[in-house]
């Protein structure tokens, strides 16, 4: 087996370096598409966000200059004269101050009324813009102006044309006027700068003229997009701004497409080269850490079936030893069901007998019933004429305990539990002339519960002929069932009887769990019964001082099943 699986090793290890070999040459045909198509993916991605950005900066910049010019102190210029100019002058100033704050690349102000007059302005360059001509042109929409060279500092620069309406005017949209603010191309440079371009790609913005009015790199601001060295021999990718005019511009150049397949490749060879030269060490991995325990795993599966109580030995950490450690608890869970099986048929058995003892005992009582019950009748009606009350009292209670006590049903209600027990203790009441006082309590609530027959009476005739009887001047016992939480029922049965010592107690407690074997239908036999019926869910408990009383204390659930016979009743529905 190992040499046949070593050469089928060998062999896969043949054909998957063949596979990798095929897979290398056809790779490198695939590689430039792939990486062109990542290339442009993220170049899209790139436009997207700048695109963003500068939409970003444009409502910016129109909150700053919307901000300033429908201030009030602004706004209010539109409509003085020049002597209430001169006088708001200060003001004015002030907000235009708290302009410049806002962008320290705006670097001139200008204000202009309806008939395209100088009302205010602040900045370096006024009066040489001015005279430039294109500055003081009447606009109906917020417009961006294309680059241009600051007349006195020789800067780049570009404007943002934005027309002032009268906000109580009856007429709709009605201009009265101009606001220009003049900036530094600093701001568009900062945004590109910020690009993560790919390997040999180049970033551009360009306005209506196709100025480039800011890049990512290099010295070209004011030049033609078109007479650049690059603009022939790469691809491009363009976006159109929400900026009239203004375009984004991609430039990718081969150079850099090249680099990109080129470190791309030497990768992709780099891990056909270390795959194919782990081939033969994986080989040998396999060997050691496969073919051979699973060897080992194929004679322990032989040997198991003669020897069940052999376990395999775990010694790696792997998948190969989770699968022993797997193997190992399958064994210990068939034989663990191998003893529940075993002790279910155990429970079964002893489920089975004590119904056979149950019907003994019934088949024992139902022993000419109708002559019984006639002949306490004949009892009772003679104790009756005879004015005998006692003797008729006890009569009718025996009459009703006997045909309680026959029927073969073994689930019962709370309530006929009860009644039951009572005209037993009616008859001790008789029989001991009061000395024996038998109190009895149930909740109403619990009246229609389930429980087992015949459970209450016996520990009460217990504590009665156990405790209290041996007693010269009587005693009292106290039974009490109600319900507990989560709607268990609490049985409890209290004597002042004269108890019994603890090792009297200590080994009725043993024969109450199992632990020692008791011929005895009183408190193991009621506990044996409770748990055929109750299972895990049954709580007996029994505590005891020798001259002062003892203490039976039951917890059941509020349904009864029988587990021998699968048999449930609630009294619900």
């Known amino acids: 087996m190992k040499k046949t699986t070593f050469r089928k090793l060998l062999l896969v290890g043949g054909m998957v370096f063949l596979v990798l070999m095929g897979a290398f040459m056809l790779t490198r045909y695939s590689i430039r598409q792939t990486v062109q198509e990542n290339m442009r993916q993220a170049e899209q991605s790139l436009l997207m966000q700048m695109e963003d950005k500068f939409q970003d900066y444009r409502y910016n910049m129109i909150q700053i200059v919307s901000s300033m010019v429908y201030s009030p102190t602004v706004y209010s210029c539109f409509f003085q004269n020049s002597a209430e100019r001169v006088m708001a002058n200060e003001d004015v100033s002030m907000v235009f101050s708290n302009t410049f704050l806002l962008d320290n690349t705006i670097t001139d102000i200008f204000l202009y009324d309806k008939d395209m007059k100088r009302i205010a302005s602040a900045g370096k360059e006024i009066e040489e813009l001015e005279d430039c001509g294109f500055i003081?042109?009447?606009?109906?929409?917020?417009?961006?102006s294309g680059l241009f060279e600051m007349p006195d500092t020789k800067s780049p620069g570009y404007a943002l044309f934005f027309p002032v309406f009268k906000l109580e005017s009856e007429k709709y949209a009605e201009q009265i006027g101009m606001c220009i603010l003049v900036f530094k191309t600093q701001k568009l440079m900062e945004i590109l700068s910020d690009a993560h371009l790919v390997s040999g790609g180049e970033l551009y913005l360009e306005d209506a003229d196709r100025q480039i009015l800011a890049a990512s790199s290099g010295d070209v601001l004011g030049r033609d997009l078109k007479k650049l060295a690059d603009y022939e021999s790469g691809s491009r990718e363009t976006r159109a701004l929400a900026i009239e005019g203004w375009?984004?511009?991609l430039m990718r150049t081969e150079a850099g497409l090249s680099q990109e397949l080129y470190r791309n490749t030497c990768f992709i060879a780099a891990a056909y080269l270390l795959a194919g030269a782990l081939i033969f060490w994986l080989l040998i991995i396999c060997y050691r850490s496969l073919v051979r325990p699973i060897q080992e795993m194929y004679d322990f599966v032989q040997e198991v079936s003669f020897n069940p109580r052999l376990r395999i030995e775990v010694k790696d950490k792997n998948e190969i030893g989770k699968v022993e450690q797997e193997l190992n608890q399958m064994l210990d869970s068939i034989a663990q069901k191998n003893t529940e099986i075993q002790e279910i048929k155990e429970w079964a058995y002893q489920s089975e007998l004590a119904k056979k003892q149950l019907q003994i005992l019934v088949y024992r009582n139902q022993i000419h019933p109708h002559f019984l019950y006639n002949t306490l009748d004949c009892v009772r009606a003679m104790a009756v004429l005879n004015d005998q009350k006692p003797i008729a009292a006890i009569t009718l209670a025996l009459s009703r305990m006997f045909r309680f006590a026959v029927k073969e049903e073994n689930?019962?209600?709370?309530?006929d539990e009860v009644n039951y027990t009572r005209?037993?203790?009616?008859?001790?009441?008789?029989?001991?002339?009061?000395?024996?006082?038998?109190?009895?309590?149930?909740?109403?609530?619990?009246?229609?519960?389930?429980?087992?027959?015949?459970?209450?009476?016996?520990i009460i005739e217990n504590a009665?002929?156990?405790g209290l009887e041996q007693q010269v001047g009587g005693g009292r016992v106290k039974a009490s069932i109600c319900k507990a939480d989560e709607g268990r029922l609490h049985l409890e049965v209290t004597d002042n009887g004269c108890g019994m010592p603890a090792e009297t107690l200590e080994t009725l407690r043993r024969s109450l769990t199992g632990e020692q074997k008791e011929d005895s239908i009183g408190l193991p036999n009621i506990c044996h019964r409770l748990r055929l019926f109750y299972?895990?869910?049954?709580?007996?408990?029994?505590?005891?001082?020798?001259?002062?009383?003892?203490?039976?204390?039951?917890?059941?659930?509020?349904?009864?099943?029988?587990?021998?016979?699968?048999?449930?009743?609630?009294?619900?529905g």
């Open 411 to 415: 689930v019962v209600m709370v309530e």
């Open 136 to 144: 003081n042109e009447w606009k109906e929409q917020i417009t961006f």
């Open 464 to 466: 009665v002929f156990h």
């Open 535 to 572: 299972g895990d869910e049954m709580r007996f408990s029994i505590d005891s001082r020798e001259n002062e009383g003892t203490r039976v204390v039951i917890d059941i659930a509020d349904k009864v099943e029988d587990r021998g016979i699968g048999y449930v009743s609630d009294f619900s």
């Open 423 to 458: 005209e037993y203790a009616r008859i001790i009441d008789y029989r001991f002339n009061g000395k024996i006082k038998i109190e009895i309590e149930m909740e109403d609530a619990i009246a229609a519960r389930p429980m087992i027959k015949l459970i209450l009476q016996p």
């Open 247 to 249: 375009n984004l511009v």
